[in-house]
C-alpha cells in the first residue's frame, strides 16, 4: 500500500472502534485494507499515549477474520505448528526472519509516528516469535500487513481460513454494526490491567528487573 492508503481517516478509526467494540487505540497507520477499503488490520504504536509499551504492532480488526482464526486455534491449529517448530529447521529460519523483520518494521513505525524507541520491548516482537506460535492472529496480522512470503505461518493460517474468508472477496457486509454510535469507553482487559500512572508504573518495571538482576548475581 502506499503512505496515502496506509494513513488513517477519521472514518477508518471509527471503522475500528466499531469492528473491536472499543475505542480505536494509538493506531498510527491501516496495515491492510479490504477489496472495499475497510481496514483489515490496524498498525498500533509501540509506545500507547498512556506510556505503556505496546509490542503488537500489526492488530488484526475485521470480525470475519478474527473469527475464523479463533477457530483455528480452537481446533488446536498452534499445537501442530509448535511440534513443528521443534524439529523443522526451515520453518525455524522462516518464523527467525519473520521476527526479525516484524522488529525491524515496528522501529520504522515508531521513527515515523514520532513514538521513538522503546527500550522496554527491544528484541521482542508478537505472538512468541520465532520459537512458539502463542497467538494466530498476531501471524495473520503480520502476513496481511507485509505481504505473503514474510510470515510463512501466518501465510499457512490464510489459505486454512479460506472458506471463511479471502483477500479477494469482500466480507464486510453484516460484519459489523455500523449504525450504533461510535464506541468511547475502553473496558479491553489491556487497559484494565495497564491503567494507572505511566511513569508510576515505568518506575515500578524498572525495580522489578533491578531486583532480579540483583538476585540472579547473588
Known amino acids: 500500500m502506499t503512505q496515502e492508503q496506509r494513513t488513517p481517516s477519521q472514518e477508518d478509526l471509527d471503522t475500528v472502534s466499531r469492528q473491536l467494540g472499543r475505542p480505536a487505540r494509538d493506531i498510527v497507520e491501516i496495515g491492510a485494507r ?3 477499503g475497510n481496514p483489515l488490520v490496524a498498525t498500533t504504536a509501540p509506545r500507547l499515549s ?36 521443534e524439529t523443522d529447521q526451515e520453518l525455524q529460519a522462516a518464523q527467525l526472519a519473520a521476527h526479525q523483520q516484524y522488529i525491524a518494521v515496528r522501529d520504522a513505525i515508531g521513527l515515523r509516528s514520532g513514538v521513538g524507541a522503546v527500550p522496554e520491548i527491544e528484541g521482542v516482537s508478537a505472538g512468541a516469535m520465532p520459537a ?9 496480522g503480520h502476513s496481511l500487513a507485509a505481504g505473503p512470503g514474510v510470515n510463512a505461518l501466518g501465510d499457512e493460517t490464510l489459505g486454512k481460513i479460506s472458506q471463511w474468508w479471502t483477500a479477494k472477496v469482500c466480507a464486510c457486509a453484516g460484519a459489523w454494526d455500523t449504525e450504533s454510535p461510535v464506541p468511547e469507553q475502553d473496558r479491553s482487559r489491556h487497559v484494565r490491567t495497564q491503567a494507572g500512572d ?21
Open 198 to 218: 505511566p511513569e508510576a508504573k515505568r518506575r515500578e518495571r524498572a525495580a522489578k528487573r533491578a531486583a532480579k538482576e540483583a538476585q540472579q548475581q547473588q
Open 50 to 85: 498512556s506510556g505503556i509499551p505496546f509490542p503488537t504492532t500489526y492488530y488484526l480488526t475485521h470480525p470475519v477474520i478474527t473469527s475464523a482464526v479463533s477457530r483455528l486455534e480452537a481446533a488446536g491449529e498452534m499445537v501442530t505448528m509448535n511440534e513443528r517448530l
Open 132 to 140: 512458539r506460535v502463542k497467538c494466530l492472529h498476531v501471524m495473520v
Open 34 to 36: 479490504c477489496v472495499c
